[in-house]
């Protein structure tokens, strides 16, 4: 069973820093390998996913919205993914969700839709 546990949201302002983390298990690792990936939401508006992880190769890829500001990468611990955002803006702030997905073939892992395991979310504010 995959489990996928965030921590990290809150509040922070304009320009301002913060780093989300995702605690992963249970996710396969054979085949063509698996992403982790971090999707947000705001209020009334379409889920985007933002930046992902590919494994085995550490490939990784960030949507344009958020493409200098936001990095995704693995933490001290293997089963562990960061989101490192910084300069954020309003519009950064949604329900960012970790969420995860094992690749059959090559495709690429950068839209929700590619995700089947998610967690539960966290929020992002982004407010003077």
């Known amino acids: 069973q995959v489990q996928l546990v965030e921590s990290g949201g809150g509040s922070v302002q304009p320009g301002g820093s913060l780093t989300l983390s995702c605690v992963v298990s249970?996710?396969?690792?054979?085949?063509?390998?698996?992403?982790v990936g971090w999707v947000r939401q705001a209020a009334g508006k379409e889920r985007e996913a933002v930046a992902s992880i590919y494994s085995p190769s550490d490939f990784t890829w960030s949507a344009d919205s958020v493409k200098m500001r936001f990095g995704i990468l693995r933490g001290n611990t293997k089963n562990t993914v960061l989101l490192r955002m910084f300069d954020v803006i309003p519009e950064d702030t949604a329900m960012y969700y970790c969420?995860?997905?094992?690749?059959?073939?090559?495709?690429?892992?950068?839209?929700?839709?590619?995700?089947?395991?998610w967690g539960q979310g966290i929020q992002v504010t982004v407010s003077s």
């Open positions: 969420v995860a997905g094992v690749r059959s073939g090559y495709e690429p892992c950068t839209t929700p839709a590619f995700f089947k395991h």
């Open positions: 249970g996710l396969s690792t054979g085949g063509n390998g698996n992403c």
